[in-house]
T-cell receptor, first 115, second 110 residues
Framework: KQEVTQIPAALSVPEGENLVLNCSFT??????LQWFRQDPGKGLTSLLL?????REQTSGRLNASLDKSSGRSTLYIAASQPGDSATYLC??????????????FGKGMKLTVNP | SQTIHQWPATLVQPVGSPLSLECTVE??????LYWYRQAAGRGLQLLFY??????ISSEVPQNLSASRPQDRQFILSSKKLLLSDSGFYLC?????????FGEGSWLTVV
C-alpha cells in the first residue's frame, strides 16, 4: 500500500530564504509525482508534475526533483516571499491492487513566510 | 482551455438530510473524474473515481455515493447525512498526466 509522508508538517521562515520541502513515498512503482499548493479554504493548484522517467521539473522559482529509487521528492523554493505562504502537498500516482490507478496524497506542509 | 466547476461552495445541512454536490468539467472529453474529501489533520481521502459514464469505483465504504450521468458531470450524493460527513469535498479531473482540482465545497453537518 502506497504511503506518502511530508515532514515537517509546518515551517515558518523569514522572507528571502531558499526552502526545501520534502516528500517521501513507500512504493517506488509510480507513474508520476505532483506537487500542489493549497490556500486556506481553497482547492488545490497544481505546481509541478514529474513523470517517473524524469529527474526534475522547473517553473519559475520552483524546482521539483524526483529520486524514484529512494522514494523521495523535494520541492525547492528560491527566494521565498510572503505570497508563498500556503499548504504544499505532494501526491504520487501509482497502480493499486486490482489494477486501478490511484493518486495518494501526503498530509501537506503548512508554510509561513514572514515579511 | 479546460475548467472545472464545483458547487455549492458552502453547505450547512442537518443530520439525516440528503446531499448533492455537483461537478462539471469544460474543455475536455472523457476525463477521469474524482471526488476527494479533506478532513482536518487527515489529508485528502479518495472517495470515488470514474473513467467514463456510469463507471464508478468506490475507494472506501461510506455513507456516500457518486454518479456520472454525463461525460463531464460527476455528482456526489447521500440519502442521509451523518455528522462524520462534514468536511471539505474536492472534485478533480485528470488530463494525460496532471490532475486539476475544483475550488471545493465546504459541508457542515449539524
Amino acid at each position: 500500500k502506497q504511503e506518502v509522508t511530508q515532514i515537517p508538517a509546518a515551517l515558518s521562515v523569514p522572507e528571502g530564504e531558499n526552502l526545501v520541502l520534502n516528500c517521501s513515498f513507500t512504493d517506488s512503482a509510480i507513474y508520476n509525482l505532483q506537487w500542489f499548493r493549497q490556500d486556506p479554504g481553497k482547492g488545490l493548484t497544481s505546481l509541478l508534475l514529474i513523470q517517473s522517467s524524469q529527474r526534475e521539473q522547473t517553473s519559475g522559482r520552483l524546482n521539483a526533483s524526483l529520486d524514484k529509487s529512494s522514494g523521495r521528492s523535494t520541492l525547492y523554493i528560491a527566494a521565498s516571499q510572503p505570497g508563498d505562504s500556503a499548504t504544499y502537498l505532494c501526491a504520487v500516482r501509482s497502480i493499486s491492487q486490482g489494477g486501478s490507478e490511484k493518486l495518494v496524497f501526503g498530509k501537506g506542509m503548512k508554510l509561513t513566510v514572514n515579511p | 482551455s479546460q475548467t472545472i466547476h464545483q458547487w455549492p461552495a458552502t453547505l450547512v445541512q442537518p443530520v439525516g438530510s440528503p446531499l448533492s454536490l455537483e461537478c462539471t468539467v469544460e474543455g475536455t472529453s472523457n476525463p477521469n473524474l474524482y471526488w476527494y474529501r479533506q478532513a482536518a489533520g487527515r489529508g485528502l481521502q479518495l472517495l470515488f473515481y470514474s473513467v467514463g459514464i456510469g463507471q464508478i469505483s468506490s475507494e472506501v465504504p461510506q455513507n456516500l455515493s457518486a454518479s456520472r450521468p454525463q461525460d463531464r458531470q460527476f455528482i456526489l450524493s447521500s440519502k442521509k447525512l451523518l455528522l462524520s460527513d462534514s468536511g471539505f469535498y474536492l472534485c478533480a479531473w485528470r488530463g494525460t498526466a496532471t490532475i486539476y482540482f475544483g475550488e471545493g465545497s465546504w459541508l457542515t453537518v449539524v
